[in-house]
C-alpha cells in the first residue's frame, strides 16, 4: 500500500517561516498531481495549494507570493515553503496525492496523516 507521511510543522511567529515535506512510500508505478489542503479548528478543509507531474501549480488566493509548492520525483517527495505566515495560516496540513500503484491501472487518491501548523507570538 501507498503511504504519504509529512514531516516540518510546528509552532511559529508571525512573520516567520516553515517548509513542509511528504514522502511518499510504498509499491508507487506513478505520481500524478499532488497538493496542500489545510484544516483550521471549526472550518471546512481547504485547497492550498497543488502541482502537477510536469511541475504546473496552483495556489490558494491565500496564499499566492507567501506559499509555494515543489516535488523531488525522484524521492517521491513533494514541499511547501510557507513565508509571511500569520495567525490564519494555523490549522493542520496534509498532503494529498493521485498515484498509480500498477501498470495501466487508473490512480488512485492518498491523503497524509496531517501535521500542524501554529502560527502564535
Known amino acids: 500500500q501507498v503511504q504519504l507521511v509529512e514531516s516540518g510543522g510546528g509552532l511559529v511567529q508571525p512573520g516567520g517561516s516553515l517548509r513542509l515535506s511528504c514522502a511518499a512510500s510504498g509499491r508507487i508505478t506513478s505520481i500524478y498531481t499532488t497538493g496542500w489542503y489545510r484544516q483550521a479548528p471549526g472550518k471546512q478543509r481547504e485547497l492550498v495549494a497543488t502541482i502537477t507531474n510536469s511541475g504546473t501549480t496552483n495556489y490558494a488566493d491565500s496564499v499566492k507570493g507567501r506559499f509555494t509548492i515543489s516535488r523531488d520525483n525522484a524521492k517521491n517527495t513533494e514541499y511547501l515553503q510557507m513565508i509571511s505566515l500569520n495567525a490564519e495560516d494555523t490549522a493542520v496540513y496534509y498532503c494529498?496525492?493521485?498515484?498509480?500503484?500498477?501498470?495501466?491501472?487508473?490512480?488512485?487518491?492518498?491523503w497524509g496523516q496531517g501535521t500542524q501548523v501554529t502560527v502564535s507570538a
Open positions: 494529498n496525492a493521485d498515484i498509480s500503484t500498477r501498470l495501466f491501472s487508473p490512480a488512485e487518491n492518498y
